[in-house]
């Protein structure tokens, strides 16, 4: 299969977040790149890691499940960012690197649990609610810092920043502000000695916003692996023009 198209949107895409580092007087080595696969099947994963992608963003645990056997060789590091019921903590506890959607004490005690019986412990991001919008999840901002000091309890569960997804809007204030949000909780709960050194902020359609404001790493899926007209199953874009 022809895999030169993504060849060309990975180093299109690396030019885009260090211009935005750029603009934004950041140092483009600051700023990390989350490919986000769902809905993409293991073929156009693997070229993914050929091209050097490590770490891989997933929505679904079950696409998770699906894509790490056949792909058990290609040593990637499986990033959940979608929302996380607690009966799915199972499989994440075995197969995951690092959770960045834990947004409640219920989802914490299961991956520990979980993480216990497997001998583990995770990276986790804390997702915090930063718009209106009821399809958002995510913790409330005013229960971050409490949230965060029950935290330190759990030893396999080694939280590493902030998460959040900002508000769908064409009015790049209101965007910007979500993340404005999440920069200044994160500066907060330093203060109070946690070391939350990451923010997983901005995707294909917003990150210039989200680097101006902080982002440490930038969840990109369609600007890598193109649209996605198939949600339900597996998806290969056939040229350049798909992707």
């Not at 030169?4 to 211009?19: E, K, M, P, T």
């Not at 986790?124 to 009821?134: D, I, Y």
């Not at 309890?153 to 949000?181: K, N, Q, W």
């Not at 916003?209 to 899926?221: K, Q, S, Y």
């Amino acid at each position: 299969m022809d895999t030169g198209w993504l060849a060309d949107n990975w180093a299109q895409i690396r030019r885009r977040v260090d211009a935005a580092c750029r603009e934004a007087g950041r140092d483009p080595a600051d700023v990390g790149i989350l490919p986000v696969s769902k809905t993409f099947g293991p073929e156009l994963i693997r070229a993914g890691v050929a091209l050097g992608m490590r770490r891989f963003g997933e929505n679904k645990v079950q696409e998770l499940r699906d894509k790490s056997a056949p792909l058990a060789d290609c040593g990637i590091d499986w990033v959940m960012i979608g929302h996380l019921q607690t009966n799915k903590a199972k499989d994440v506890a075995r197969l995951a690197s690092e959770v960045q959607s834990l947004d409640r004490l219920e989802l914490a005690e299961a991956l520990d649990r979980r993480l216990q019986h497997e001998g583990r412990a995770i990276d986790v991001l804390v997702q915090v609610k930063t718009s209106s919008e009821p399809s958002k999840y995510g913790l409330p901002p005013e229960q971050l810092p409490g949230f965060l000091n029950v935290l330190r309890g759990y030893d396999t569960l080694h939280v590493r920043g902030l998460m959040t997804l900002a508000i769908h809007s064409s009015e790049p204030a209101e965007v910007r502000g979500c993340f404005r949000l999440l920069r200044e909780l994160r500066d907060r709960a330093m203060v109070q000695d946690h070391d939350l050194t990451k923010l997983s902020m901005g995707m294909s359609g917003d990150f210039p916003l989200a680097i101006a404001e902080g982002a440490t790493e930038v969840r990109i899926g369609t600007a890598i692996f193109g649209s996605r007209p198939y949600p339900d199953s597996y998806y290969w874009p056939e040229s350049p023009d798909a992707a």
